[in-house]
């Protein structure tokens, strides 16, 4: 299993601040994630100005998705200086709708700190079963 420190240095290797339309900042903050399988899937943020834009785990989950994987063993995001951002509830509630067994993913939120989904999102939207 990968090591907290050695998913930190994935989500930094596609960090690549580069101006897009509008002087929107893209890709200053990059995600990594390993399934449970043990496959790794990477993202970047992407900001636009009129808000299309979405976050780097965002862009993670949508890569394990199209790779044909749903659970989440470990994720974190981090900022183009290095400081690890805990995720924004749209992410934390996107995680669980992927899959319910992604409530138990652990969410790196400081060099030294990772606590579980259902940790972060107490109480998630729920309109099912
Ligand atoms: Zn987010």
Not at 42 to 66: K, P, R, W, Y
Not at 94 to 116: G, H, L, P, R, S
Request: charged share 25%; with cysteine; proline share 3%.
């Amino acid at each position: 299993m990968i090591t907290n420190k050695e998913l930190i240095e994935k989500a930094k290797s596609v960090i690549n601040p580069q101006k897009v339309a509008g002087n929107k900042l893209t890709s200053d903050v990059g995600s990594a994630l390993i399934t449970d399988k043990g496959s790794i899937y990477l993202g970047v943020c992407i900001d636009t100005q009129e808000g299309s834009g979405f976050c780097a785990e965002h862009n993670a989950i949508a890569a394990m998705v199209t790779g044909g994987e749903y659970k989440i063993k470990k994720i974190v995001a981090v900022w183009k200086d290095g400081t690890i951002i805990p995720p924004c509830g749209k992410c934390r509630e996107f995680m669980w709708q992927i899959d319910k067994d992604n409530w138990n993913t652990e969410v790196i939120i400081k060099k030294d700190k990772a606590v579980k989904l259902k940790e972060l999102l107490p109480y998630h939207w729920h309109n099912e079963e």
